[in-house]
């Protein structure tokens, strides 16, 4: 890393706090995320694990957000808005920040990197999906780079992968790393636990010489499986014999140090200069959930759904799906780990994940496995019994004092809340249909869509809270039959349902 700041830097840093920031150092002063994007936010936080990182500074995304608003009026497509991004003169003050910035690194040469705001995070790296400009060796190849990584986050490739990943179509904005370009004698990615057995001790390391392109690219080079955290070599699978045995044991104590840092496994991009690593890029694995086993089914909502989902009603869906099942699940005191995904989209059709409902609602000691089924309106339950990793009820247990005064209050408060609900939201919707949007500008249409998603959303919340109800009050009879009542009473409580008018429920 580079040496402290100077005065002059220091005053650039205070300048910096203003909220239109557009150029910062590359240290080990953290950023926020919404203005250096997750790839540098990964290299602060290796430097401050005390591992060597490239000196650099960061063109945040602020930068991006005004280059785009000031082309955006004056193109009509999407093909326009990247020429103009590629062909754009940058502020002034920018050039001027990239300027000093670039003499206080040296003369270059330099490597440009996109930083967006999704990039490398646990849900979603964006590996190979934006620019990287190498080489660089002038500040007028700089800008033109910059302007080639922000040109580049509106490929068609890149929002395919976004569209894939259900984020949203437009970058939210992207941060541009510019740092000191590193010619290594051999480079490489690090997976600091197999990504295929997450749960072993095992780093995968591949490794070629020169450039780290070809590893990156899926070419020729190294394959070393080795044990963590004392590096001992169990295989390999070698092209040309890259690193010693004490290359590999450093390695293995960097995967330690960084899974510290990060408190997960990891993708390490590295570059090795004689006897020293220099790391490029750190983001979490990705890929671990998807390794292990889960049922999906759309027994239930594949009857309201029947057919493929529009991307606009998965948009919808994904959106809502997630905070209100949290609250659902929230009212009747259970946790739902952050990175569950409980509703899916499987070539066009909606799915919901059995395994993960399974694990959440086994915090309940009451509710089986075959009650949650039975409610759901589908089988599985056999396919579920032995993937699913039943929970602790501690915490659930520990929140009964404050959970059940709540549930009970919803219990009782529903009946009543329920139809004043159905009828405001009708109302609503019949007058929002009933403008005329045709005259409004584009900040007003903005606003009036705004307001529509937010009761769409508070509908979608109102419905899985009388869901989250009814599971309840089941279990509950249910559970009650088979403690109190006679062997013959048990598994009878579907009869005292039926008298229940449930058009959704029709179809099963």
Not at 158 to 164: E, F, N, Q, V
Not at 423 to 442: G, I, K, V, Y
Not at 460 to 485: H, I, K, P, T, W
Request: charged share 20%; aromatic share 8%; glycine share 8%.
């Amino acid at each position: 890393m580079r040496p402290p700041e100077s005065p002059a830097s220091t005053r650039r840093h205070s300048e910096a706090e203003r909220t239109d920031r557009w150029v910062v150092r590359l240290g080990a002063e953290p950023w926020p995320a919404h203005e250096v994007g997750g790839k540098a936010n990964g290299l602060v936080t290796l430097a401050r694990a005390g591992m060597r990182v490239p000196a650099g500074f960061v063109i945040t995304a602020p930068a991006f957000k005004q280059a785009v608003e000031q082309l955006v009026a004056d193109v009509t497509t999407l093909a326009g808005l990247r020429a103009a991004l590629a062909s754009a003169e940058l502020p002034v003050a920018l050039v001027d920040e990239v300027s000093a910035e670039l003499a206080n690194l040296g003369s270059g040469p330099w490597a440009v990197r996109s930083s967006a705001l999704e990039e490398d995070g646990a849900d979603q790296s964006f590996a190979g999906q934006h620019r990287t400009v190498l080489n660089v060796a002038s500040r007028a190849g700089v800008l033109d780079a910059i302007r080639e990584v922000w040109a580049g986050t509106l490929e068609e490739r890149a929002l395919r992968y976004r569209t894939r990943l259900a984020v949203d179509a437009v970058p939210a904005g992207i941060a541009v790393v510019v740092q000191e370009m590193v010619q290594p004698d051999s480079a490489g990615v690090t997976f600091t636990r197999d990504p295929t057995a997450p749960r072993s001790d095992e780093a995968v390391v591949c490794a070629a010489r020169g450039l780290g392109t070809r590893v990156v690219g899926g070419g020729a080079c190294d394959t070393y499986y080795i044990e963590r955290p004392s590096g001992y070599l169990r295989r390999s699978d070698l092209n040309e014999n890259v690193l010693s045995p004490e290359a590999l044991g450093e390695m293995a104590r960097a995967c330690e140090r960084a899974e510290r840092a990060f408190g997960g496994p990891l993708d390490l991009e590295w570059a090795r200069v004689g006897s020293e690593y220099t790391f490029l890029q750190a983001r979490p694995i990705t890929g671990d959930a998807a390794q292990q086993a889960s049922v999906w089914t759309n027994s239930n909502v594949g009857e309201a759904l029947p057919g493929v989902a529009t991307p606009l009603t998965w948009s919808v869906i994904r959106r809502f799906s997630r905070r209100g099942f949290e609250r659902a699940f929230g009212t009747l005191g259970l946790d739902v780990p952050a990175d569950y995904e409980l509703v899916g989209s499987f070539a066009g059709r909606v799915y919901l994940n059995l395994t993960q409902f399974a694990e959440i609602t086994s915090q309940i000691p009451i509710l089986s496995p075959d009650t949650l089924f039975e409610m759901a309106g589908g089988g599985g339950v056999e396919l579920v019994r032995h993937v699913y990793d039943k929970r602790d009820p501690g915490g659930f247990l520990m929140r009964l004092p404050a959970t059940i005064p709540r549930i009970v209050a919803s219990q009782l408060a529903m009946p009543a809340v329920a139809p004043l609900w159905n009828t405001l939201f009708e109302t609503w919707t019949q007058s929002f249909f009933a403008r005329d949007l045709e005259p409004l500008n584009h900040e007003a249409l903005g606003d009036e869509l705004d307001r529509l998603d937010r009761m769409f959303d508070l509908n979608g919340e109102f419905m899985l809270a009388c869901a989250s109800n009814f599971l309840m009050s089941y279990a509950v009879v249910r559970e009650a039959l088979r403690a109190l009542g006679r062997v013959e009473v048990h598994g009878r409580e579907q009869e005292m349902l039926r008298g229940l008018h449930v058009p959704s429920a029709e179809a099963g």
